[in-house]
């Protein structure tokens, strides 16, 4: 005899995978198609902004990985001195990233901002970012790529969650880091970027 299983149960199970940001589990993640993000870009930004500030690698230095930008740019992070920068992990297919990456934009454009490093995961790189990067024309960031994933393991393995986004100082050491998507047009953000000049 077959028995069903109540639709409770399956929702019991559904709720916590719908929950928090695009957790990685997995060294070879899956790569949601593109369409998913949309969907969910369009709902509620608060619903989606959930990250936490995680202040435990403070002191740890700018990683030793080279990005690519427009044109083939090559950057090696470590290399990278003299002013705060914000590194942000982030892909096309999850939604918070896609809901923050506007205010990331603006925050980038203001005065006296860190210098914003918007690095893309997504493992197909130029194929799948450069026409989002049109569609949403982003006037104050670069598109940068880490199809390797390199970046994503040095900040948390394959348990890595998307978005990411770590703050440096001048001196190119960790100030905090935020787990998941963030408000970065809020007074608080504004508050926490500044503890760059401090450190």
């Not at 994503?152 to 905090?176: C, D, F, I, K, R």
Request: proline letters at 8%; glycine letters at 10%; charged letters at 20%.
């Amino acid at each position: 005899m077959v028995r069903s299983v109540p639709f409770s149960l399956m929702l019991a199970f559904a709720a916590p995978l719908a929950i928090g940001g695009c957790d990685r589990q997995t060294a070879e993640p899956a790569q949601p198609q593109e369409s998913a993000a949309a969907e969910n870009a369009g709902a509620e930004p608060a619903a989606s902004l959930t990250g936490t500030v995680d202040r435990s690698h403070a002191g740890e230095p700018l990683p030793d990985v080279t990005i690519t930008g427009p044109n083939d740019l090559k950057l090696n992070l470590a290399e990278l001195k003299g002013g705060p920068i914000l590194v942000n992990l982030w892909a096309t297919w999850c939604a918070p990233c896609v809901v923050e990456m506007p205010m990331l934009d603006q925050l980038a454009g203001e005065e006296g901002a860190p210098r914003v490093l918007a690095v893309s995961e997504d493992l197909q790189g130029a194929e799948v970012v450069n026409p989002f990067w049109a569609e949403h024309r982003f006037g104050n960031l670069q598109p940068w790529l880490d199809p390797e994933n390199d970046l994503s393991m040095h900040y948390g393995g394959g348990g890595a969650v998307l978005p990411t986004t770590v703050l440096y100082n001048a001196a190119g050491e960790e100030v905090w880091r935020v787990i998941g998507g963030y408000d970065w047009s809020s007074e608080e953000a504004r508050e926490l970027v500044a503890e760059a000049q401090g450190a």
